[in-house]
């Protein structure tokens, strides 16, 4: 069938620079954000704009990685201009209103996105569905419905509306679906257990950071990559993953996936021997075992590149960080009486926040939502700061990727009324 075209870009900052993808595009020459009110409401945008947050930390100094080489013939490959470009306003524009049937949690600070392209939807989800079953063999038969209730051509295309092609969308998906397969099968719901965990996540990660060892025991490690359905699911999806991206970007998915097994193994180990964290040291697993892979790979599903150099800068990982950490929180808020369904005892920031802090369920979870409304003005402010100390266009791009995921990551969460229900503290 014909390529779907590209899906307008959303905005993860308020609706007044929809256009540029960002508040913190329209407002990089300003020092600090605006953000929403924080008074809880039903209203899923902020109402109105509370006074300017103070002014953040200084972002290091840039300047030799924005300068780049020096000399006769380098002018080309200067990252920035010696003039900053002109600020634009961007035109106010209406706000898309969320499903009718969407879940609403109150007082959660959020932006609506656009309603996902729906051919690019109905495509992705065919091709991901046919990786899935034919090429990795991925789930028996009776999983199906659980596969298709995912949803995750309508997660990914939300999520990455200014990527070029299906294909590069299905380097999302894949990466997606094989990281689900991992945490399903070998920390939750299909047959996951913390005993032994260490050691398969171990091998799996072999299959994104291969092993490099003699030829005699080279063979049976490869072999070993088709034992299961996620070291299956890993390998294709990585093999596919590194023909888009950079040796740097691949690199770069590598460490934020190591990330994500160590927080992993940090849950695991509190299963193990029952303990419940105190809320900070949660707050530091879940930094770790959260969807920060997911937003970090924004640029190759563009087509682009954010320069390693720039990635790596404090300022940037920060923005990362604490996108991740929103995001995840997010989950935690939406899957909350899914996992109080489930077998066994789960942990999230509701359930922490009960228990540590001598709170009732209904004030566990509503001050949740406070800690994720924090999480998301300082993403929003620590950008907005970014943007204006580093106005480059890879990364002023790559900020906007990431805030559109973030949106994209709500509206999935919100919309997905297979998945997930609200508890009745309302």
Known sequence: MPEPGLSPLQSSLPTAAAHFG???????????????????????????????????????????VLRGPSGLGTAALSLARSVAPPVVEPPVVAAPAAPADALHIPGLYYHPVVEPDPVRVEELSRRIKDWAMDEVQLYPEE????????????????????????????VAARLMVAENA????????????????????????T??????????????????LHEDAPRRSYRSAM?????????????????????????YLAEGAWAETDHTPEVWEYLVMRQFNNFRPCPTITDT??????????????AMQRVLALAGNACTIVNDLYSYT????????????????????????????????????????????????????????????FLRGVAVWVDGNHYWHQTNTFRYSLPDFW
């Open 301 to 314: 599903v563009g087509g682009y590149e954010l320069p390693a150099d720039l990635h790596a800068q404090p």
């Open 338 to 397: 899914k996992e109080l369904a489930s077998p066994g005892r789960h942990l999230n920031l509701p359930v922490v926040l009960a228990d540590r802090e001598n709170l009732s369920d209904q004030d566990g979870y509503l001050k949740a939502v406070e800690v994720h409304n924090d999480l998301m003005r300082d993403f929003e402010s620590e950008a907005a700061a970014l943007a204006a100390a580093c106005p480059v266009p890879s990364v002023l791009r």
């Open 143 to 170: 999983w199906e419905g659980q596969f298709d209730g995912f949803s995750v051509g309508k997660y990914m295309v939300a999520c990455h509306p200014d990527a070029p092609s299906i294909e590069h969308l299905m």
């Open 22 to 64: 960002a508040h913190v595009l329209g407002r990089a020459g300003s020092v600090g954000v605006e953000a929403a009110d924080a008074a809880p409401s039903t209203a899923p945008v902020p109402a109105e704009v509370a006074e300017p947050e103070p002014a953040p930390e200084p972002v290091p100094d840039l300047g030799p």
């Open 207 to 224: 299959a994104l950071d291969p092993l490099h060892t003699t030829a005699e025991y080279q063979p049976r490690w490869a072999e070993s």
């Open 239 to 263: 093999e596919y993953f590194v023909r888009q991206a950079t040796p740097s970007q691949a690199d770069r998915f590598r460490h934020d996936m190591a990330r994500l097994h160590l927080g």
């Open 182 to 205: 991992v945490d399903d099968c070998y920390c939750e719901d299909h047959g996951g257990s913390p005993v032994g965990l260490g050691g398969r996540l171990l091998l799996a990660h």
